[in-house]
């Protein structure tokens, strides 16, 4: 199945711009998020170089930002860049479990690949991958039984429309195996 970043735009676009005041845009090597200013009448999703799952990683932050957020820069969140130690990790897993839970959610519901990301390649240990999947996959099942942020549902919906997918169900989202 083919992903392109032009339909998840479109898609995006269609099904919140005029309820949120929000757009996806393409940007260069950093994605960001900005609330809309005197320059750009849009909050803008910017995702890095055109890459699909950047797209559906910033896309998920958004999803789960309360109003109040969505004023600010980048939600108003720290981010640590890659070369975390152990317990600056252990940070960064904590706050990224919710929206890589609805980053699988979306990647599912458009049939795209799904890798949790630790984002540490330079960091003084190696992050527990597996463990760390594990914790997305619970906060997965649990939208699924409990219901998912409003706005990560309306972009589901569009988004198995478009791709032909079925509903999600928590057999679509398997157990993590240890690498041998």
Same mark, same amino acid.
């Given at each position: 199945?083919?992903?392109?970043?032009?339909?998840?735009?479109q898609?995006?676009?269609r099904?919140?711009?005029?309820?949120?005041?929000?757009?996806?845009?393409?940007?260069?090597?950093?994605?960001?998020?900005?609330?809309?200013d005197?320059?750009?009448?849009?909050h803008r999703?910017?995702?890095? /170089?055109g890459?699909f799952? *950047?797209? +559906?990683?910033?896309?998920?932050?958004?999803?789960? @930002?309360?109003?109040?957020?969505? %004023?600010?820069?980048d939600y108003?969140?720290?981010?640590?860049?890659d070369?975390?130690?152990?317990?600056?990790?252990?940070?960064?897993?904590?706050?990224e479990?919710?929206?890589q839970?609805?980053e699988?959610l979306?990647?599912?519901?458009?049939?795209?690949?799904?890798?949790?990301?630790?984002?540490?390649?330079s960091?003084?240990?190696?992050p527990?991958?597996?463990g760390?999947?594990r914790k997305v /996959?619970?906060?997965?099942? *649990?939208? +699924?039984?409990?219901g998912?942020?409003?706005?990560? @549902?309306?972009l589901?919906?569009a %988004?198995?429309?478009?791709?032909?997918?079925?509903?999600l169900?928590?057999?679509?989202?398997?157990?993590?195996?240890l690498?041998?």
């Open positions: 199945m083919s992903h392109d970043y032009h339909d998840l735009i898609l995006f676009n099904t919140f711009l005029s309820t949120y005041q929000t757009e996806l845009v393409l940007g260069g090597d950093e994605p960001i998020y900005r609330p809309a005197a320059a750009h009448p849009y999703v910017i995702f890095a /170089r890459y799952a *950047s797209a +559906l990683h910033e896309i998920a932050h958004w999803c789960i @930002a309360g109003a109040e957020r969505r %004023l600010l820069e108003g969140y720290w981010y640590l860049p070369g975390r130690d152990e317990q600056q990790q252990a940070a960064f897993e904590q706050v479990v919710k929206p839970a609805v699988w979306l990647s599912a519901s458009c049939g795209f690949r799904f890798q949790v990301s630790c984002d540490n390649l960091g003084d240990h190696e527990d991958r597996v760390f999947t /996959r619970a906060q997965v099942l *649990s939208y +699924l039984n409990q998912m942020p409003e706005r990560a @549902a309306m589901s919906e %988004l198995r429309a478009h791709y032909g997918m079925p509903a169900k928590s057999e679509h989202f398997a157990e993590p195996c690498s041998l």
